[in-house]
Nanobody, 125 residues
Framework: QVRLVESGGGSVQAGGSLRLSCAVS????????MAWFRQVPGKEREGVAR???????RYTDSVKGRFTISQDNVKNTVYLQMNSLKPEDTTMYYC???????????????????WGRGTQVTVSS
């Protein structure tokens, strides 16, 4: 059973930074595509960033230039560095993985098989 565990969430003021981590129990076969999503209550889960095994990345427009996704294959961990945080970034953030290569186009919830339980990010103005 693949387990994804997020950490690093918290409360910061606008303009601040946080780094989220996602530790994966079975790195390799289940992690050809990794991503971070976020979900505001009552809305659909939004794909924030994804990274392919070869290191190629994709971001949703609202976080380009502020967020960076990266992976450490030795530590079996994926990160989301979040800079210049805004109050509208406040929500739960989820890590996701899939055993197949990332597909092109928009980061979709339906493209991912395994999910973490989330970590809360709160940005105050």
């Amino acid at each position: 059973q693949v387990r994804l565990v997020e950490s690093g969430g918290g409360s910061v003021q606008a303009g601040g930074s946080l780094r989220l981590s996602c530790a994966v129990s079975e790195y390799g076969s289940s992690t050809d595509c990794m991503a971070w999503f976020r979900q505001v209550p009552g809305k659909e889960r939004e794909g924030v960033a994804r990274i392919n095994r070869d290191g190629t990345t994709r971001y949703t427009d609202s976080v380009k230039g502020r967020f960076t996704i990266s992976q450490d294959n030795v530590k079996n961990t994926v990160y989301l560095q979040m800079n210049s945080l805004k109050p509208e970034d406040t929500t739960m953030y989820y890590c996701a993985s899939d055993p197949f290569e990332c597909s092109d186009g928009v980061i979709l919830e339906t493209d991912f098989t395994y999910w973490g339980r989330g970590t809360q990010v709160t940005v105050s103005s």
